[in-house]
């Protein structure tokens, strides 16, 4: 019964997000994404593994944008792991100008060495455009919601968080591209802050090589454990 809330509350929600974006707009097209996939073994004197899998899909329709994104992050050191992280979003806007849009978006955190056993997170919110130039797009958000967390081995919390976040794309010539994303969901117990910052570099129409450095940090976490994590990768990314 413990894990009812992080197995079904994450899946339900994704499912409602996603038809509400769906059904507001189920003639139109504009469906893609993008699969990465990176993977790094060593064998001899030591004997690590390490997959880092991201798929991310759009679906966007006049006004409505959706988005959702899977991740997996494992790591191991011979036959112990030292790093295991899943990570499940969604997302729908509602643009009612050029620049400005409504937003919900609900996200679920798997980080088996984070000190959590999961973190759920749901809300809603105002975004704009700052920037739209040509080569320039920059986004800013902010919402409230509500948040669900388990410490490990530890007690539950469900609290109120207003959260932040911004997007930045740029693209550098016509092979490159930097991003920025961060996001911050603060709470009366905890803040949590991620940002992902990323190069991808075209090989081809279809194909791109990503470099990308993601930083977490958690104000509060138990006893022993660190408050920021990090995770430098090469991935290989497939646009569809």
């Known amino acids: ?9 994450p899946l339900v929600a994704l499912t409602t997000i996603f038809w509400m974006g769906v059904a507001a707009a189920a003639e139109a097209e504009g469906f893609g ?3 990465e996939l990176g993977m790094v073994t060593t064998s001899g004197n030591t004997n690590t593994r390490s997959v880092n899998a991201k798929v991310r899909l759009r679906y966007l329709s006049g006004p409505w944008r959706n988005e959702g994104r899977l991740e997996g992050l494992r790591i191991s050191d011979g036959d112990t792991v030292t790093s295991e992280r899943y990570l499940a979003s969604g997302k729908s806007d509602y643009r009612f100008s050029p620049a400005d849009y409504v937003f919900v ?19 809603v919110g105002y975004g704009r455009r700052l920037v739209d130039a040509a080569r320039v797009k920059l986004d800013l958000e902010i919402g409230a919601g509500g948040r669900h967390s388990r410490e490990t081995g530890g007690r539950q919390r469900d609290e109120g968080i207003l959260r932040g976040a911004a ?14 994303e961060l996001l911050v969901e603060s709470g009366e ?9 990323a190069l991808r570099v075209r090989i081809n129409s279809q194909f791109a090589l990503k470099l ?13 454990v660190e408050h920021t994590d990090s995770v430098s990768a090469i991935t290989l990314v497939y646009d569809f």
């Open 1 to 9: 019964m413990r894990n009812f809330i992080p197995v079904w509350a």
């Open 33 to 35: 994404g993008e699969a």
């Open 105 to 123: 978006t609900v996200r679920y955190e798997d980080d088996h060495f984070s000190g959590y056993d999961y973190q759920l997170s749901e809300a």
């Open 167 to 180: 997007r930045l794309g740029w693209d550098i010539s016509p092979t490159a591209r930097f991003t920025e």
């Open 189 to 197: 117990s905890n803040t949590y802050t991620e940002s992902i910052s």
């Open 212 to 224: 990308s450095l993601t930083v977490k940090h958690n104000s509060d976490v138990p006893a022993g």
